[in-house]
C-alpha cells in the first residue's frame, strides 16, 4: 500500500502484528482498573484500544468514539495522554463513564480520600439500608414502566427502594461518593435479579434460581471496594474526555472535531434490545421517570433489534447490495421486521460514517469493530456491506481483518471482524 503523502505520520504500510481473540471482548479486560466497574458485555479490553493505535492510527493525538458504551476507549486513551470526543445514547452507560472520569482526573491525595470513604460505606452499607425508608418514586416509576412484571424477590426489591433513598442522601452530602455507589448498585441488579444476562436478558430457569440469587447488600460492599480499590491502581487521565453529542446519528451537526482517527464498536446487526437488556440499570438511574421512556431511548439507536424498528424505517436501500439483501430476507425471514431492520441499520450506520468522515482530518484511520450475522438462513455479511457504504461515501477500504469466529443461534459460523476505512478526501 502506497503512503499517503498528507501525512506519513498514519501510514499503514507496516507488519501487523495479531491481536489475542479474547481482548477483542468484555472479557479480556477483565482486572483491569476501571474495566470491572460494570459488565459491559458488548466491550473491548484496553489491549484492543491500544493495539488500533500502535497499528493503524500512531502518533494521533485526538480520537472519536462514536458508540463509547462504559468508557473503554476513551479512558485507555486519556490515560496515554490522547483526547477523545465520544457519544453514547444509554443515560446510564454515560453515568458510568462520567464516574470513571471523575476518580481518574482527581490528584493522587484526593483519591486516597475517596477510596478511604468508600471503603468506609462498604462497611456501614447495610446498617445503613436496614435504617431507610423505600424510595417511594423509584416504585412508581417500576409500575410505569414495567406494570405487573416482577424482576427481583421481595427482599431484594425492598432493599433496592432503600438503597435508592440511602444513594440520594449520600449524593447530595458527597456526589461522587452517590455516583461511584449508584454504579455499584447498577453493576449487581441484574444478577441479583430474577434475570439473567445471556446475549440478551432472560428469566433465569429453575436450575439457575435454584443454585440460589446473590445478595444485593453484600454484592454492593463488595463492588464498593472494587472501587475503591482502582482509585489507586487506576491511572491518571492526562488527556481530555468530551462528550460530542449522546447521539451517533447527530454527529454531524456537531462543530468539527478534526480527531486523527476513530475507534469503536457498533451495535451488532444481531436483534439485540440493548436498551431492554439494561432496563434495570435505566430504572435505578431514574431514567425511566416517564411511561413508555425504553421506547423513545430506542428512537435514538442505531436500528439494530426488531424492537427498534420504526413504522417510517427501513424505507429507504442505501445501496444496491443492501436492496437485494433485503429482498431475500423478505422471502426467507420469520418476521416482517427484520428486513426492515437490516435496511434500518445501514441507513443508520451511512449516517454515522458520513459524520465521522466529516469530524476526522484529511487521512484520518477509522477503526470499526463489527460482527456478521444471519436470519432465516440468509446471511448478512455486515462488515463487506459497511466497508462499501464507507467506499460510497468517499472513504478508502483499507483491510478487513477477522478478529475472531462466533456461531450464531442455528449454529453456523459468524465472525467478528475489524474494517479500517481511510479519509482520502475533505
Not at 164 to 185: A, C, E, H, W, Y
Not at 224 to 247: E, M, R, Y
Not at 340 to 355: H, N
Not at 359 to 380: P, Q, W
Request: with cysteine; net charge neutral.
Amino acid at each position: 500500500m502506497k503512503l499517503m503523502k498528507q501525512d506519513q505520520q498514519f501510514a499503514l504500510d507496516f507488519p501487523r502484528d495479531e491481536i489475542e481473540a479474547r481482548h477483542t471482548t468484555h472479557s479480556g479486560g477483565k482486572g483491569e482498573p476501571f474495566h470491572d466497574w460494570y459488565p459491559y458485555l458488548e466491550g473491548f479490553s484496553s489491549e484492543f484500544v491500544k493495539h488500533m493505535l500502535t497499528q493503524y492510527i500512531p502518533g494521533a493525538r485526538r480520537i472519536i468514539e462514536p458508540f463509547a458504551g462504559t468508557g473503554t476507549a476513551p479512558i485507555v486513551l486519556a490515560g496515554l495522554g490522547i483526547d477523545c470526543g465520544y457519544c453514547e445514547v444509554n443515560p446510564a452507560m454515560r453515568l458510568v463513564i462520567s464516574a470513571k472520569m471523575a476518580v481518574g482526573n482527581l490528584p493522587r491525595t484526593e483519591r486516597i480520600a475517596v477510596r478511604s470513604r468508600l471503603l468506609a460505606l462498604s462497611d456501614s452499607i447495610a446498617e445503613k439500608i436496614a435504617a431507610a425508608p423505600s424510595d417511594e418514586l423509584l416504585l412508581k416509576d417500576y409500575q410505569n414502566n414495567f406494570g405487573s412484571s416482577i424482576f427481583f424477590d421481595e427482599g431484594t426489591f425492598r432493599s433496592l427502594l432503600a438503597i435508592r433513598t440511602v444513594n440520594d442522601q449520600i449524593g447530595k452530602q458527597d456526589p461522587l461518593l452517590g455516583m461511584l455507589l449508584s454504579v455499584s448498585v447498577m453493576s449487581k441488579i441484574v444478577i441479583c435479579s430474577l434475570l439473567k444476562r445471556a446475549g440478551d436478558v432472560r428469566y433465569k430457569t429453575e436450575k439457575e434460581l435454584a443454585k440460589g440469587i446473590p445478595d444485593l447488600v453484600a454484592e454492593v460492599g463488595k463492588h464498593l471496594i472494587v472501587i475503591a480499590n482502582d482509585c489507586l491502581a487506576s491511572p491518571d487521565l492526562v488527556g481530555s474526555i468530551k462528550l460530542l453529542t449522546s447521539n451517533a446519528k447527530e454527529l454531524g451537526m456537531c462543530p468539527d472535531f478534526l480527531a486523527d482517527g476513530v475507534i469503536t464498536s457498533p451495535p451488532y446487526l444481531n436483534g439485540t434490545n440493548y436498551f431492554r437488556n439494561t432496563k434495570l440499570e435505566l430504572w435505578y438511574g431514574r431514567f425511566l421517570g416517564e411511561k413508555n421512556a425504553l421506547r423513545s431511548f430506542r428512537n435514538l439507536a442505531i436500528t439494530s433489534g426488531i424492537n427498534d424498528v420504526a413504522k417510517t424505517q427501513g424505507r429507504v436501500h442505501v445501496n444496491e447490495t443492501v436492496r437485494e439483501l433485503v429482498a431475500k430476507l423478505e422471502e426467507n425471514a420469520y418476521d416482517m421486521r427484520i428486513p426492515r431492520m437490516v435496511a434500518g441499520y445501514f441507513e443508520d450506520m451511512q449516517v454515522v460514517l458520513k459524520s465521522l468522515s466529516k469530524n476526522c482530518r484529511l487521512n484520518g484511520v477509522l477503526c470499526i469493530d463489527i460482527g456478521d450475522s444471519r436470519y432465516g438462513g440468509v446471511h448478512v455479511p455486515t462488515h463487506e456491506i459497511l466497508a462499501a457504504i464507507g467506499e460510497d461515501i468517499g472513504l478508502q477500504h483499507v483491510e478487513t481483518i477477522r478478529l475472531r469466529t462466533r456461531t450464531s443461534k442455528d449454529q453456523t459460523k459468524l465472525s467478528q471482524s475489524l474494517i479500517v476505512l481511510r479519509k482520502i478526501k475533505n
